[in-house]
């Protein structure tokens, strides 16, 4: 059990003295896959079908676009890509910045070890599971689906890949660590990338709180089966939520503390955004809070 000091309450500031303490060195931020002179430029974009290593451009004022023609996978079998629009980086040629995992990763390298419990892997991460209570947290829906790509491989989906997230629940507490949710896992889950390199993970908004801007951790390894080996982690980075999306979301009765706490932050001033304004990290967002909200993001590795 972590004691009362790691709590994030009542300001949070463990948690921001941790993620100044220890940010990673960003790599290869600006590198560019094209060839002398061209210039960098976000886009919407589905992945390509596994094995080609093309990027099909799409238009961003939707959730969902037409999905590409149908491909066939490793198996044989034939699949249709997922419609799910994503933020594309520098036509795929920019690896997105190394993180923090933050003082609340759950993954056993301060403190609890989630990976450890069964029932870790699923789509629905809102309520806790396995020794937890089966509580549930409450919020916002949002459906975050993240897109694996091989940086190095002419940006083909990562198949196979897993993928652990965490995140605050809407008043900026985490389980695992925070008092009264020590024995709670909410807000906690791991999926394995399909053959497009596709994640797709069901949650609620998370909440502001002091000194960070609303933020999706994730922690990306080479495989399902190597989630507890240190050694397999590909990335450990964070998503950052869109400004009009969280204006939207805090404004609502039930995010009373995060429409406080959200004023006056900015992704220029973000612990961890602040270098770049989370350029490479912002998710394409679409839907709103009465009817809940999607995110997506590619992550080129």
């Not at 089966?134 to 990562?158: I, K, Y």
């Not at 069901?202 to 990306?220: C, D, L, N, Q, S």
């Not at 490479?280 to 993001?297: D, K």
Request: glycine fraction near 10%; proline fraction near 6%; charged fraction near 15%.
């Amino acid at each position: 059990m972590v004691s009362m000091s790691d709590s994030p309450h009542p300001d949070h500031d463990r948690g921001l003295e941790f993620d100044l303490a220890t940010l990673l060195t960003r790599r290869r931020a600006l590198t560019l896959a094209l060839g002398a002179g061209a210039t960098a430029a976000l886009a919407a974009c589905t992945p390509g079908a596994p094995g080609t290593g093309q990027g099909t451009t799409a238009t961003t004022t939707a959730a969902a676009a037409s999905p590409p023609s149908s491909a066939t996978a490793a198996t044989g079998t034939t699949m249709t890509p997922s419609p799910t629009v994503t933020r594309a980086i520098a036509e795929c040629g920019v690896e997105i910045p190394d993180e923090t995992a933050g003082p609340f990763p759950g993954d056993g390298t301060n403190g609890p070890n989630a990976l450890e419990a069964s029932g870790i892997v699923r789509r629905d991460i809102t309520g806790s599971f396995g020794g937890g209570s089966a509580t549930r947290a409450e919020g916002v829906p949002l459906t975050l689906t993240l897109t694996l790509l091989d940086n190095s491989n002419g940006c083909v989906p990562l198949t196979g890949a897993a993928v652990y997230v965490w995140h605050c629940d809407r008043e900026g507490r985490y389980s695992m660590y925070d008092a009264g949710h020590e024995d709670e896992n909410f807000l906690r889950g791991v999926q394995e990338a399909d053959a497009y390199g596709q994640v797709t993970f069901t949650t609620i908004f998370p909440g502001a709180y002091p000194g960070r801007w609303p933020h999706i951790h994730f922690e990306v390894f080479d495989s399902l089966s190597n989630i507890n080996s240190t050694g397999r982690v590909l990335k450990v980075s964070q998503a950052a939520l869109t400004e009009a999306a969280c204006n939207d979301v805090y404004a609502t009765e039930a995010y009373a503390a995060s429409r406080q706490n959200f004023p006056g932050m900015s992704l220029s001033r973000d612990a961890v955004f602040r270098d770049d304004g989370a350029r490479y990290q912002l998710a394409t967002m679409a839907g709103s809070a009465a009817a809940g909200y999607t995110a997506a993001l590619n992550v080129t590795i």
